[in-house]
């Protein structure tokens, strides 16, 4: 793990009173040991990461509880070990990054939900929607209404959502439904506090074994011909028994407004901060949350309890909806609630508000306007219309200031990262090769969309690349390359990718980048992680150990793969002569390489303790920096379309001769060696030399560095 | 109505801007204030720009009854408090963003860039320029105090985060003491010590820049060096005193590259230029002066002699000690990175042996090898390395020898007499080409493609053979040079020679590698 959780995992324990301070997600799993959950699964993505992280480090704590905790191998195995909770009453949570995780994780939803759960399950999902986010238009909502399971979208404020957590828990138990609860990014790293309680050591539990299995039940299973009777329950049962649950529990929360209490405001929970932020602008809310509006926040987003909203809206001159994504499927159904019993308040919604997009404190305010205008224009103080007028026209003067817009600052590989030289080496072999058609993958692999490389045709999903070839590779005359990374290889790519091609006997070209972690997600390990015995085991800590685990090697030879290199990503020159092989060869079956290297911040987090210790304690340490001279380097910078290491950069060029800048290598360089290996590989300039600084050295080493000194300063000139 | 002090904190990954919203919440707790922060960090840490964003309500728990406010996660455009980043164009970003205001916003920025990867990769100088950056802050903020945070850190030994802070706590922006601040940076670890240092300088930096009004620290950067290298007189009474600085130094190092007789060669290759312009009307002879630049550059291409000099240098070694931070008892190593191949040997040969060499390592290619070449790890600091290094180095007297020198004179040659005759004809014209000059840099393949531009530039654009209307040429070659910089394959420039009425360059012979594929030979 790239992250250590010491800290949070002292907070995992405390007790009644104690007050918690931390993240939002953290808090959400002192919560689940709150409820007495029995088992916990997931898969890593942001923003959740951190719950199933921090479980698993707490190994020590979760066995003293009986707690038991699985990193599952995809979101598919999280949602299915949910099956547990349909017959026994032991409550169980999992957690993943949605859309994407939800939509893998589908089938199991889907054969969770028609039996229904006796043990409480809640499914928390980072809702990755907006800013930042991959697949930017979907909505979990969309799971939970066609699956028949909960919606919890609690108000970002860590004690509500704790509390939605342990309610959460009773709900899925009154109503037999599985129950998701969303969380926003924003949500998600929030940083605040609560008042914690003790945790409850589940019933049953690793300590406390379930002693019978249940009797046979038809009932319980996704099958014809009960899942009638299923459906059935769904709509009699279940979803009457879970509106009770949320009545009266008031799960949804109810603020009466004062001045303009006719007026009402009906928001996900998600929301409400924003919300009452933007009121503030209109000096239509103080800084607690006490409005002029009234405002129903539906921490229950699924199912909707018709009674509540009627009542809310049957009093009201008008009603704004502030519901975030599309289709608006809140904002459908409370039409047709109030259609149906002919009630002819004024609803507004997306008429007033954009379909897609985050809603900001500005969206939302553009929103309130529109709506502000058309029922209480008198309400709008001056100074806000000014405040939002002036936005654009301010931002229309920085533009006009700077000129031409900004260059943009994604994301890169990290200093010393071993996949960047498998990218130099690819471009290298494509101009011998000509260009070829590269499907993409989920992973840092995918930071080489961006520049320098801009390499990638698409990207369908995590570990889809190989399959994903399937229907260009037979049209093309060229070769295709597929990439993946071995995180992808375990979610996905063995078996759609691997399997499929082998099968169906395709001329195909997978790279698999072998780094021993799922890194993009913050490096949890894998089952090509190498183990603690070979990093404890090696004498020089700084050698990659990825090779020490064989794990993907003798599984694709088992499945039958005849064409297979391994190659160690920085020898630039040789990845550039295999993958040119594996576009030429003759041999027509899947070619499969092995590109090994470990992830860098994995390598660095071992590193730097021993060599710490090893200089503290005087002994001897190499360090290695690369550098360009600076009256060498010919200011074309060929260096860096080939590399793009943040800490190969650019300075003023010290010759006042000349004017372009020159390259340079800053403080933070690893000395990886990628400036070396592309120097000679691509026939750079020779401007690149490596430094190698012995820290305590021999004293026989000294002495024959003295001597080698003073023989090249008697040749050197000034 | 009181309302939360709003911060938006900018960062790159890696930099802590984590922990320096940690640190905020963490003081405002300390001196028992609501505070929350959030962020959006996703693959963003990998080295990307990322915000965080904090509110801080003003007023102490103790006199708000038990009540708690509602703090927001969102930034509000023009109604922030505060602006704070570690990088002047993120600074800028955020600002375009719409989201600092003249009449709210405090903005505290560093004065340093990090630059991103599209402004590095340009072939000549993409980097953004910083002045209309520094106008954006200053229009869009009620006050701003721009700083050199790199030099900051580098002072105290830590993170730009602990800067940052005390950047912050020197503004006055929040309700809290020095002492809040401190409190929460102190402990025993030497990197809590540095971390303090950090703050206190940028605090006290900042509070003197609020004292004195004067929010824009003028960052000492070394004065662009002079010309140390004096002309000698004969040679400066015949040209504009104007050029004499970037003369003494061009005369200087073409005495070094290959001694006086080569200086003076340049000298009088400008005089002709100088003759060619004695009609102009501008006394400041620009043709002249753009060429005085280019031409020494050209005159002293970069071969492996000079490199193995330039290597070999005592001023280098104290250089490269710098630069790795090698401490006194450290043994330094430093390996120099060549890859030599036929066409640089083949350079040092006299042309006939030169060619037979060429031809040797064509047929190679021609049978699907490689060229030849010879990757090297010379080692400087060992006797041997620099031996050979120095050997090198000595074969400057027979550089004149070589085929590659016969073949630059002959190029410069053909340059200089273009510009010669279209100075002549057009005074701007011949100013566009001797701009030219800025084409030809680098080694090997760089320095063909240069070459090759140029000449395709000179002979197919101007001169008697061109297709384009003479009045239009300046224009034109203005416009194809621009081109010419902008990618390696060259598609801008042949776009543009060809939208001037030019012939586009002539396609260069590669290998082809062939690839089987039994799917084509089914059928």
Not at chain 1, 411 to 424: A, Q
Not at chain 1, 605 to 618: E, F, H, M
Not at chain 2, 491 to 514: N, T
Request: glycine content about 8%.
């Amino acid at each position: 793990m790239e992250v250590s959780f010491h800290e949070e995992i002292k907070a995992l324990r405390m007790g009644a009173g104690e007050v918690f301070h931390g993240e939002g997600i953290l808090a959400i799993t002192k919560g689940l040991l709150q409820s007495g959950v029995s088992y916990v699964g997931g898969y890593q993505g942001a923003p959740v990461s951190h719950l199933l992280d921090v479980m698993v480090q707490a190994k020590p704590y979760m066995d003293e509880l009986g707690v038991h905790v699985e990193a599952c191998s995809n979101e598919a195995s999280a949602a299915a070990m949910l099956g547990a909770s349909i017959h026994y009453p032991i409550r169980g949570a999992v957690t993943w990054k949605s859309i994407v995780g939800t939509n893998v994780a589908a089938d199991a939803l889907s054969n969770l939900s028609s039996p229904g759960v006796t043990g409480g399950v809640l499914i928390v999902v980072g809702e990755d929607y907006g800013e930042g986010a991959s697949v930017i238009q979907e909505r979990t909502h969309a799971y939970a209404l066609k699956s028949g399971m909960c919606l919890l979208d609690p108000r970002p404020e860590l004690g509500q959502m704790v509390n939605m957590v342990e309610h959460g828990f009773r709900l899925s138990e009154a109503s037999n439904m599985p129950v998701m609860m969303e969380l926003r990014i924003r949500a998600c790293h929030v940083r605040g506090q609560f008042v914690a309680k003790d945790n409850q050591a589940p019933k049953l539990s690793k300590k406390h074994l379930i002693d019978e299995p249940a009797g046979f039940n038809y009932m319980r299973l996704a099958h014809p011909p009960v899942t009638f009777a299923q459906e059935k329950r769904k709509v009699e049962h279940r979803l009457p028994a879970a509106r009770q649950y949320i009545a009266e529990q008031r799960l949804n929360e109810h603020f009466e407004g004062s001045t303009h209490r006719h007026l009402g405001l009906i928001v996900q929970g998600g929301l409400y901060n924003t919300l009452m932020r933007t009121l503030q602008q209109f000096d239509l809310a103080d800084a607690f949350g006490v409005t002029s509006l009234s405002v129903l926040v539906l921490n229950v987003t699924y199912p909707l309890v018709p009674g509540e909203l009627v009542n809310f809206c049957k009093d009201k001159s008008a009603v704004l909806l502030l519901e975030e994504g599309q289709p608006e499927y809140i904002e459908q159904e409370l039409a047709l609630m109030l259609r149906r019993l002919d009630l002819q308040t004024p609803l507004h919604g997306k008429d007033m508000l954009p379909s897609g997009g985050e809603y900001t404190a500005e969206v939302m305010a553009q929103g309130l306007l529109k709506f502000l205008d058309r029922h209480q224009a008198d309400a709008v103080p001056e100074a806000t219309r000014q405040w939002l007028a002036t936005n654009g026209e301010r931002r229309q003067q920085v533009q006009s200031l700077l000129g031409s817009p900004l260059p943009a600052r994604p994301p890169s590989m990290c200093i010393g990262c071993p996949e960047r030289p498998v990218f130099s080496a690819l471009k290298l072999a494509q101009q011998d090769v000509g260009p070829v058609h590269i499907s993409g993958d989920i992973g840092c692999h995918a930071l080489a969309t961006f520049e320098p490389f801009s390499v990638g045709h698409s990207i369908l999903g995590y570990g889809m690349s190989l399959a994903s070839r399937a229907g260009v590779s037979p049209l093309m005359k060229r070769r295709v390359l597929s990439v993946m990374g071995d995180g992808g290889f375990w979610h996905n790519g063995l078996l759609t990718g691997v399997q499929s091609a082998l099968f169906n006997g395709d001329d195909a070209v997978l790279l698999i980048f072998k780094n021993g972690y799922t890194s993009a997600t913050g490096t949890q390990d894998i089952i090509n992680t190498p183990t603690d015995i070979a990093k404890e085991l090696a004498g020089d800590k700084r050698q990659s150990m990825v090779h020490t685990n064989q794990t993907i090697e003798s599984t694709l030879k088992g499945l039958g793969v005849q064409w297979l290199r391994t190659v160690h990503t920085y020898e630039v020159s040789h990845m550039q002569a295999t993958l040119t092989e594996a576009f030429t060869t003759e041999f027509q079956g899947l070619k499969v390489i092995v590109a090994e290297g470990e992830c860098q911040l994995e390598r660095q987090r071992r590193i730097k303790p021993w060599l710490a210790s090893l200089l503290s304690k005087g002994k001897r340490v190499e360090r290695v920096k690369y550098g360009v001279d600076e009256d060498v380097c010919n200011g074309d910078h060929a260096c860096i379309r080939l590399s793009g290491c943040p800490t190969l950069t650019l300075k003023d060029n010290p010759d006042p001769l000349k004017v372009d800048p020159v390259a340079t290598v800053i403080d933070g360089c690893v000395g990886c060696g990628l400036c070396g290996e592309n120097a000679h590989a691509a026939t750079l300039c020779p401007s690149f030399y490596r430094a190698e600084v012995v820290q305590n050295p021999k004293l026989h080493e000294r002495l024959w560095a003295r001597w080698q000194g003073l023989a090249t300063r008697w040749l050197q000139p000034a | 109505m009181t309302q939360p002090i709003s911060i938006l904190l900018c960062a790159l990954g890696g930099e802590g801007g984590g922990v320096l919203a940690d640190w905020l919440v963490d003081v405002a707790r300390h001196a028992g204030h609501p505070a929350q922060a959030t962020s959006i960090p996703g693959v963003a840490q990998r080295t990307g720009a990322t915000t965080y964003y904090l509110e801080v309500y003003p007023l102490p728990h103790s006199q708000l009854q038990g009540r708690l406010p509602v703090l927001g996660l969102n930034p509000l455009p023009g109604r922030l408090d505060a602006l704070v980043s570690s990088e002047l164009l993120e600074t800028a970003r955020q600002i375009g963003n719409g989201l600092a205001s003249n009449d709210r916003t405090l903005v505290i920025s560093a004065s340093s860039r990090a630059l991103t990867t599209a402004e590095k990769m340009t072939m000549g100088d993409g980097r953004r320029p910083e002045g209309p950056l520094l106008d954006v802050i200053a229009a869009h903020s009620q006050r701003h105090h721009v700083m050199d945070m790199a030099s900051l850190c580098q002072q105290s030994g830590t993170m730009v985060s602990a800067v940052m802070l005390g950047g912050i706590a020197g503004s006055g922006l929040l309700p809290f003491t020095r002492s809040h601040y401190e409190a929460v940076l102190a402990g025993p670890s030497s990197s809590a010590k540095a971390s303090l240092r950090g703050f206190a300088l940028a605090f006290e930096l900042v509070t003197r820049q609020r004292e004195q009004a004067q929010y824009v620290e003028h960052v000492m950067k070394p004065a662009a060096p002079v010309a140390a290298a004096a002309l000698p007189a004969e040679v400066g009474a015949k040209f504009p005193a104007a050029l004499h600085p970037l003369m003494g130094l061009a005369h200087q190092r073409l005495v070094e590259y290959q001694g006086p007789a080569y200086a003076h060669l340049y000298v009088q290759r400008l005089e002709r230029l100088l003759s060619a312009e004695s009609n102009s009307p501008d006394s400041t002879r620009p043709v002249t002066a753009e060429t005085t630049r280019w031409l020494a550059l050209w005159m002293a291409f970069d071969d492996i002699i000079r490199v193995a000099d330039l290597k070999s240098r005592a001023s280098r070694w104290d250089r490269v000690t710098q630069e790795v931070k090698a401490k006194e008892g450290d043994v330094l190593k430093v390996y120099d990175h060549f890859k030599p191949g036929v066409p640089e040997l083949a350079a040092l040969l006299p042309q006939g042996l030169a060619n037979k060499l060429l031809r040797w390592d064509r047929a190679r290619v021609a049978n699907g090898k490689a060229p030849w070449s010879m990757p090297l790890k010379v080692a400087r600091h060992a006797l041997s390395g620099m031996a050979s290094l120095r050997v090198l180095a000595s074969l400057r007297v027979l550089r004149p020898l070589g085929s590659r020198y016969q073949a630059e004179q002959t190029l410069i040659e053909e340059w200089l007499g273009g510009i010669e005759t279209a100075t002549r004809l057009s005074p701007a014209l011949g100013l566009e080409l001797a701009r030219c000059g800025q084409l030809i840099k680098g080694y090997g393949s760089t320095n063909e493609r240069g070459k090759d531009n140029l000449l395709h530039i000179l002979r197919h654009v101007c001169g008697p053979a061109s297709a384009v209307p003479v009045a239009e040429q300046a224009e034109a070659v203005a416009r194809i040079r621009q081109a010419a910089l902008q990618d390696e394959a060259g598609q801008a420039l042949d776009q543009a020679l060809l939208q001037h009425g030019a012939p586009a360059r002539p396609v260069k012979a590669q290998p082809v590698l062939w690839m089987k594929n039994p799917r084509l030979q089914k059928s």
